[in-house]
């Protein structure tokens, strides 16, 4: 499948496997890029000697193009930007916060710069600055989200800038990538559909935990302290959400309840741990590699793709015809 996406960033399918912090390493990204797309090593909160090791395991497991996700409210933030240039790194993503300060020294190294914006103003924003792509990312999203859906969101970016836009959150299947290319999207990001694959290396329980979710099963915390979060319901997140009704009071306990939280997550803490991850991990109830998932993603998205409307639309009906939850109950 060709896109201005794929052909920007040299990649075979349009699909980006998201920058999540703490969990997208050497392993995750290499078989990403490898089976196609294009995987993230996540920089956020990382030593500079971290970053240095997994790029340079990444670029050992795959020749094939190597983002790398960038927060830029870290505060090593310059140091990392420039890390990025001298190991070679083919694309950036940021968050939290403007890349402008990096671009000239990123265009120079031939880096392609991808922010990832919850509005359509950020959007226009960051095009004037001069960047290649942007990611619009909904509330659906794992981790640190917006307030606008991905439905909403990802049409008004298309219509406001010229450069090529990717849709993120709420995203796990060929439906979601054909439902994000009729909003005008060129390309998918995906965070939560690659939390379960053989190559994340978050502890089993944290992966368990995903895909035992129900639709139901995810939380915004931090809303009124100006850092949403969307994570799975445990007890961390429950307790949390708890005394936030009550900053006043609890801001400084929620805070040391914040600290190390996603690492004992990752570690398989899944009681005290922050569980991040987005709406759609309903949607995921196998285990599998990454190529495996792209590949299901990517015929299930041509298979869609190739129909009139009509015959999704028929589809649609079949499927729900053959849903186990419309069937006659065995008392009627």
Not at 152 to 161: D, G, H, K, S
Not at 190 to 218: H, P, W
Request: proline share 4%; with cysteine; hydrophobic share 45%.
């Amino acid at each position: 499948m060709k896109t201005r996406i794929t052909e920007l960033l040299g990649i075979e399918v349009p699909i980006i496997q998201g920058g999540m912090a703490r969990i997208a390493d050497a392993s995750l990204a290499a078989a990403v890029s490898e089976a196609g797309g294009l995987g993230i090593i996540a920089c956020g909160g990382a030593s500079l000697e971290w970053i240095e090791e997994q790029v340079s395991k990444a670029r050992s497991l795959t020749s094939k193009p190597l983002g790398a996700n960038v927060m830029l409210m870290d505060p090593q933030a310059p140091q990392v930007a420039e890390l990025l240039c001298t190991l070679g790194i083919d694309v950036v993503t940021t968050g939290a916060g403007s890349p402008g300060d990096y671009l000239p020294m990123w265009k120079e190294a031939g880096i392609k710069v991808m922010p990832v914006v919850a509005t359509t103003a950020q959007a226009k924003r960051m095009e004037r600055l001069g960047v290649d792509a942007i990611v619009a990312e909904g509330t659906e999203s794992g981790g640190h989200v917006g307030e606008l859906t991905t439905m909403a969101l990802v049409p008004a970016v298309c219509e406001t800038v010229s450069i090529p836009v990717v849709a993120a959150g709420g995203i796990a299947d060929g439906r979601g990538i054909c439902a994000a290319f009729a909003l005008g999207a060129e390309g998918v990001q995906m965070g939560t559909r690659f939390l379960t694959v053989a190559e994340c290396s978050v502890a089993q329980a944290y992966k368990d935990f995903v895909i035992k979710a129900k639709d139901s099963d995810t939380l915004v915390i931090g809303r009124g302290s100006g850092h949403p979060v969307r994570c799975l319901k445990n007890k961390f997140s429950r307790q949390v959400k708890k005394l936030e009704a009550d900053l006043d009071a609890h801001g400084d306990e929620i805070e040391q309840m914040h600290l190390g939280a996603l690492r004992r997550a990752v570690s398989g803490d899944v009681e005290q741990g922050n569980i991040m991850a987005g709406q759609v991990a309903a949607l995921i109830s196998e285990y599998k590699t990454a190529a495996e998932v792209i590949d299901e993603l990517m015929t299930e998205a041509c298979a869609l793709g190739a129909l009139s409307l009509q015959e999704v639309a028929d589809l649609n009906s079949q499927r729900g015809r053959l849903c186990p939850s419309s069937s006659p109950s065995s008392e009627e």
